[in-house]
């Protein structure tokens, strides 16, 4: 993937987690989707022989799916966490994906900014289930805790179609411009993403309403079946619900 400017668009407001918070609700910035290669924190891929794959319960994924997007709320209303260090759009779902599959004890709740406030109930993970947190499948078969954005879609998630109304919150939204591949994640009231792009004035976290992503000028980015480069809307493969 090549580094390059992509999205345009107005984001829209809400009322979900001190929405009005969001310092960059207003700003119009075109992200760019990173070279994977070009990370400098990329996670050495494991060698060893690709690990059984595992599928949480109806109930742990819906409890995933409520932490997941909880996570990702709260990195847009707070900002992002010094723990999440690969920033881009993939790197937004990895992260979500690793911190919803571990303990959220007292110390986790103070170090995110979340201790008494309400928070989805324990997913209740037993060690082996909750090593998912960082088995990423690659291309070539292997096992890595780092994973590109077509990757995700292509080795560890599954087809839904290309109707946003088949989403669910945790799911994935997936565009191919050829030559540049990006993700966004499906919240329900609204679509999260990241730009690809840090600044000292701009974390990169973008929010906006499905009705102004289709209605952006851009129409490369619009959730349409008839829009080329949208792949669709796509599961994580460990969620059965």
């Known amino acids: 993937m090549k580094r390059r400017h992509v999205l345009t668009g107005m984001l829209a407001t809400s009322t979900m987690l001190g929405w009005h918070r969001l310092v960059l609700a207003n700003k119009v910035t075109p992200p760019v989707v990173p070279l994977p290669s070009t990370n400098a924190n990329k996670v050495a891929t494991i060698t060893a022989p690709t690990v059984t794959a595992l599928t949480l319960t109806q109930a742990q994924s819906r409890s995933c799916r409520a932490w997941m997007t909880r996570i990702i709320a709260a990195q847009l209303t707070a900002g992002p966490t010094p723990r999440w260090q690969q920033r881009d759009c993939v790197g937004l779902v990895r992260f979500a994906v690793a911190e919803s599959l571990r303990e959220h004890d007292e110390k986790w709740k103070r170090a995110n900014?979340?201790?008494?406030?309400?928070?989805?109930s324990e997913i209740d993970l037993d060690q082996s289930t909750q090593s998912i947190r960082h088995q990423w499948r690659l291309a070539d078969g292997t096992v890595s805790a780092y994973v590109s954005a077509i990757e995700m879609v292509q080795e560890n998630a599954r087809f839904r179609g290309k109707d946003c109304n088949l989403a669910s919150p945790g799911d994935l939204l997936f565009y191919d411009q050829g030559d540049a591949q990006h993700l966004m994640v499906w919240m329900n009231s609204y679509i999260a993403y990241h730009t690809g792009t840090v600044t000292p004035t701009d974390n990169g976290l973008r929010a906006v309403k499905l009705r102004d992503l289709q209605a952006w000028r851009d129409t490369r980015w619009h959730p349409i079946?008839?829009?080329?480069?949208?792949?669709?809307?796509?599961?994580?493969?460990?969620?059965?619900a």
Do not use: C
């Open 113 to 120: 900014g979340m201790l008494g406030t309400a928070l989805p």
């Open 225 to 240: 079946q008839d829009n080329p480069n949208f792949a669709g809307v796509y599961r994580l493969n460990f969620l059965s």
